[in-house]
């Protein structure tokens, strides 16, 4: 009740009203408390002065598609498209888009030094279609490829989340999808792959935790065989 009010309340303001929700199951524990805060960039390539806005959105974005349409361009160009994951490397340990490239990104500025490193060049004239989570970080990512010559690139309308939905596991999507809240990963079918592998015994698992050294916020796969009473310790940390 208090989340539909939410939602209302917030579409009552003229800049919101046509805002895409999405919703998915968990307990009132599994998300963090909403914030507000202004910053440079809605999220921090590192790059303000390149990423041009307007009334509608990003300026220079890769062109939106819907997931049909995703699935479309696969049936019509086959081989030559390419999946780009524009998320932090981790998260595609546990669910990407079948045989997606997965930049070497720790965290979000690392994709400009990879995309400027010259290792992908050779994918300047192909049709690449930049996804993530919900679609957000894609709408900067695009326009970024698109000013360092990648001349043909799309961006999937509401991210994995939309594409997952409508598809669950019967379409490109493979494995879970991790998610920045408690819960930490999301199924949407019920023969999801296990693509994630554990960290001490190479078991297959989807299941994060986090190291024991709060500072360092790796986030390591631990199967059930592996898992102990007290958190574990990521390689750097031993």
């Known amino acids: 009740m208090d989340v539909k009010l939410y939602v209302r309340e917030t579409r009552e303001f003229e800049a919101f009203k046509d805002i895409d929700f999405k919703w998915s199951e968990g307990l009132g524990d599994d998300f963090p408390r909403l914030r507000v805060r202004v910053r440079d960039e809605i999220v921090t390539f590192g790059v303000p002065d390149e990423v041009k806005v307007d009334e509608n959105g990003i300026i220079g974005g890769g062109q939106h598609l819907s997931p049909r349409e995703v699935n479309q361009l696969v049936e019509e160009r086959g081989d030559d498209v390419v999946f780009f994951d524009g ?89 879970s999808l991790y998610v920045f809240d408690a819960r930490l990963r999301m199924e949407f079918g019920k023969e999801e792959k296990i693509l994630g592998e554990c960290d001490f015994c190479q078991s297959p698992t989807n299941d994060f935790y986090n190291c024991k050294i709060l500072s360092c916020r790796t986030r390591l796969l631990v199967c059930s065989d592996c898992v102990t009473d007290d958190e574990p310790l990521c390689l750097n940390c031993r």
Not at 110 to 130: A, C, N, Q, T, W
Not at 149 to 170: H, L, M, S
Request: glycine fraction near 10%; charge should be positive.
């Open 87 to 175: 998320r932090n490397a981790f998260e595609a340990r546990i669910g990407k888009f079948k045989n997606a490239i997965v930049p070497d990104t720790r965290v979000t500025p690392d994709f400009v030094r990879e995309l400027e490193s010259g290792k992908y060049d050779h994918l300047k004239d192909r049709p690449i279609i930049s996804y993530c989570t919900g679609g957000v970080r894609c709408e900067v990512l695009s326009a970024i490829m698109k000013n360092r010559g990648f001349n043909e690139v799309y961006q999937i309308k509401g991210g994995i989340v939309r594409y997952a939905e409508e598809y669950r596991d019967k379409g490109l999507w493979e494995g």
